[in-house]
């Protein structure tokens, strides 16, 4: 069996295009479900020994090990793809995990911040200025170290500041965002080009607020680019201190220093902004299907969430607003 997972992670990598996330995920899922099948001192499984039998009795030990069941619900998602690839190149004859129900999972709507809110906290990074701190603890004197090698904290400020404009006024995914390159951005007609899940390309438009923060940020970028080692990188947008591309790990470390700074309140993180973008088009009136595409959503099933937040905003401000509510 491991040979046949092997060659479905190849599968995914080589000829799907999956990205380093997906492949990742996939990877963990199957090596769990090996080392489920195969206990300390066991012969290694054969493909055509598992049966729906067999993978009902691993979602009972996951049960037990009290995963959560959106984490069941995706290994077992896994599992059918693995299978229907083994169906296909003909290593079985049926795919076993089809046979084997999902966990029922509560949607959960996502938390958004409304339009005042996140005007705010973009107006209050337009102002906000690295306060001179006496006492420093060791990670933070890290992270000084970090910006001084960059010419200090208020460069770097401008590329974040860039990177919230950007991740609000064109709903970007974190991958979507430090994937960008240069030649990715027409800041003549305001149109990025985006590489979204499995390598699809869409256009999305930006603002010109986002378009101000990027100009802004161009100096910093030519002197971020000049420190890198072993000669110029890839022509990423956004450079950490060292002048290499930035890692979502980074935003995500990024998103939640500035929103603890400014104090929002938020339980935010670079998904937030693709949250408040999508809610906030279909607050004014935006159709779903043009959300879609901004959004770079296979199925528009996944985009109508978005609507049931919508609704419980318009819920929020009748409950605020009228007499009788």
């Known amino acids: 069996m491991k040979a ?25 899922d199957l090596r769990q479900f090996l080392e489920y099948l195969t206990p300390p001192g066991s012969p290694e ?16 030990w996951l049960y037990d090990r009290k995963f959560e069941r959106s984490s069941i619900g995706r290994k077992l ?7 229907r690839f083994c169906v296909r190149e003909g290593h079985m004859s049926s795919n076993p995990a089809r046979l084997v129900p999902s966990p029922k999972v509560a949607r959960r709507l996502p938390e958004v911040p409304g339009t005042e809110e996140m005007n705010r906290f973009l107006d209050g990074m337009k102002s906000y200025r690295p306060p001179a701190s006496r006492k420093r ?23 974040d500041r860039a990177i919230f404009e950007l991740l609000y006024s064109s709903g970007l995914r974190v991958s979507e965002l430090v994937g960008l390159n240069l030649e990715d951005v027409d800041r003549e007609s305001q149109m990025l080009r985006v590489r979204g899940k499995g390598r699809k390309e869409r256009l999305v438009p930006f603002g010109k607020k986002a378009l101000q923060m990027l100009e802004a940020y161009d100096a910093v970028c030519t002197a971020l680019l000049a420190r890198a080692r072993n000669g110029p990188p890839a022509q990423a947008v956004f450079l950490n ?15 939640k220093k500035y929103v603890r700074l400014l104090s929002t309140g938020w339980n935010a993180h670079p998904h937030t902004f693709r949250h408040a973008f999508a809610t906030h088009l279909l607050t004014e ?37 009228h007499p009788r509510a």
């Open 4 to 28: 046949a997972v092997d060659r479905y992670l190849y599968h995914l990598r080589n000829e799907r295009n999956a990205s380093p996330h997906t492949l990742r995920n996939y990877k963990a």
């Open 285 to 321: 009136g935006a159709d779903l299907r043009a959300i879609q595409e901004l959004l770079g959503h296979s199925s528009l099933s996944t985009t109508q969430r978005y609507t049931h937040a919508s609704i419980r905003h318009l819920m929020d401000v009748f409950d605020k607003s």
């Open 45 to 60: 499984p054969k493909l055509e020994t598992a049966d729906h039998h067999l993978i009902r009795e691993y979602v009972g």
């Open 77 to 83: 998602a896994t599992l059918r793809s693995f299978f």
């Open 137 to 159: 603890g060791a990670r933070q004197a890290a992270s000084e170290q970090s910006a001084e090698r960059a010419g200090g904290e208020q460069p770097l400020l401008e590329r």
């Open 241 to 255: 201190y060292a002048g290499r591309r930035l890692r979502a790990r980074s935003v995500d470390r990024i998103v």
